[in-house]
């Protein structure tokens, strides 16, 4: 099977000598240099041997763009999926992506490639609120109009969900549970909000408690809505933050609420953090911007999961 390689440039030198021809190849795509390599033919049998070697280099030059488009497209890849389109082994898949993660063109991972390093690392939350700003914003608008009237929610921690609480304009009376110590000060300014901080230890770089009184509370309350922020949202790995004890935080929050409702801009797609918070499928509602893939919203969906684009 052949795929067009857009190839912009493609040039090449014959240094001839009596028994050695030497091709050099430069590939230009996207007004990147993506390849640059050579061929060396020994004693070549006939101009048909040249070719031959020419037309496999060219095949490989053009399975490389396909994988580099389909990242880009889809945010990910599948290393079966990959060798089945185009056609040749999951092993020549490998070392292919091999080759462009070694260019720093992709991330690899277990039986897949990602254009971004798919390990999330724990940022101050003073970082995260510059990051992404317009679209938390739309997230957080998006959320404001699932809150009903007298209702019960928890709030977890985390730049997303802190926009989210400044936006928020309840409806007659609203009960907010949060770990968050912002949340806690912003909202207690409005008057029809009642907040129960949470006790327990500070960490610093989300000024959110965590710990035993934390999540010991949650064994005596139920709430309408969990708003959760997460780090990471993997269609294999689930949902996770990079912080392993509020991991445990977030899925004690969990079992005390009846609906679940992620917050997370679209760089969290195909991510992981170290703490696992929950499968997937576990989850009611994700809330997102408009840069998620065509391909990781239909699975999402296919999931059994309501997804919101603001």
Sequence with gaps: MFYGANIYKRDYKRNKTKDHISITFFYVFDSKY????????????????????????????????????????????KVIDMAKTLEVTTVTIRKDLKYLEEKKLLYRTHGSASPINPIATELNVTEKEKMKKNEKERIALAACRLIEENDSIIIASGSTVYTFAEN?????????????????ILLNELNNVDVLQLGGSVRKNSVSVFGEYTTRFFEDITCSKLFLGVDGIDLESGITNSNIEEAQLNKRMMHASLKTIILADSSKFGRRGFGKICNLDQVDVIITDAGITESMAKMIEEAGIELIVA
């Design 34 to 77: 993506y390849l640059h390599f050579r061929i060396a033919i020994i004693n070549p049998i006939s101009l048909s041997d040249i070719i031959k070697k020419v037309k496999y280099m060219i095949s490989i030059a053009e399975r490389y763009k396909y994988i580099l488009d389909s990242l880009k497209k889809d945010g990910y890849i």
């Design 168 to 184: 928020i304009q309840p409806l007659n009376h609203l009960t907010v549970v949060t770990a968050s110590l912002k949340v806690s």
